[in-house]
């Protein structure tokens, strides 16, 4: 029954398995909608009628997610519907909150709260929309590495001291720094390069590769 979970619901979202099609840090429905989805509940509690009918179709909605043991990332297939309704009823946790506040005052005060906090959670989807999922999704891409080899590249142009790029497979890394950085040319820098890599020392002019920090020397 994972997919009632409110980590999964309204914090994480989907997490491991193929997730090339899914967000970064964002799950399917706002944190703000929780308690606004509690209150929700509450206001149709006092219609039997109503409140059963919500939950049972709740029940069938979630019923394909919830014989099945795995695939955690399918439950936005199979349990699609339950987004919306979490959302509607959200909407009327909103609007019977609303009702039953006391002042205009508070009324106010209430709606600019909601303003407020769906404004920043939809600013928070737009940078992990826009800005951190684009470069998360594209590893096939070496955008990692081709971040890393422009910032060193720019770093070295501006900085006197040596540069230390710490990672796990310093070979595999200095060779695609190389590509990317096109230093890989020339008779003479080519022959130079490959004694270094004979010799297991992957450096560039003030670039270094290591696969640990206390392997630091200066």
């Known amino acids: ?25 964002q799950a399917y ?7 606004l989805l509690i209150l929700g509940l509450i206001a149709l509690s006092e219609n039997f009628y109503l409140i059963f009918f919500v939950l049972a179709l709740i029940g069938i909605v979630i019923f394909p997610a919830a014989i099945r043991g795995v695939g955690q990332t399918l439950y ?4 699609a519907l339950l987004f919306p309704l979490i959302c509607g009823l959200a909407a009327w946790g909103a609007i019977w909150s609303y009702h039953n ?7 106010k005060s209430f709606v600019g709260l909601l303003i407020i906090g769906y404004t920043l959670s939809l600013g928070y989807f737009l940078i992990m929309y826009w800005y951190r999922t684009p470069f998360e999704k594209n590893e096939g891409g070496y955008s990692y590495k081709r971040a890393m080899t422009r910032y060193a590249m720019l770093s070295s142009a501006e900085l006197k001291n040596d540069i230390f790029v710490i990672t796990s497979q310093p070979p595999d ?19 130079q390069i490959n004694q270094t890599l004979a010799k297991k020392d ?6 270094r590769f290591l696969d640990n920090c206390k392997n630091i020397v200066f």
């Open 29 to 35: 429905n706002y944190l703000l909608d929780f308690p």
């Open 202 to 207: 992957y450096q560039i002019n003030q670039i």
């Open 173 to 191: 890394t200095f060779n695609i720094f190389l590509f990317f950085s096109g230093l890989y040319s020339g008779k003479n820098q080519i022959k």
């Open 1 to 25: 029954m994972g997919v009632l979970s409110p980590d999964y619901l309204f914090l994480n979202g989907a997490r491991g398995g193929p997730d090339n099609y899914l967000i970064s840090n």
């Open 76 to 79: 936005s297939f199979r349990a």
């Open 101 to 107: 506040l006391g002042s205009r005052i508070i009324k």
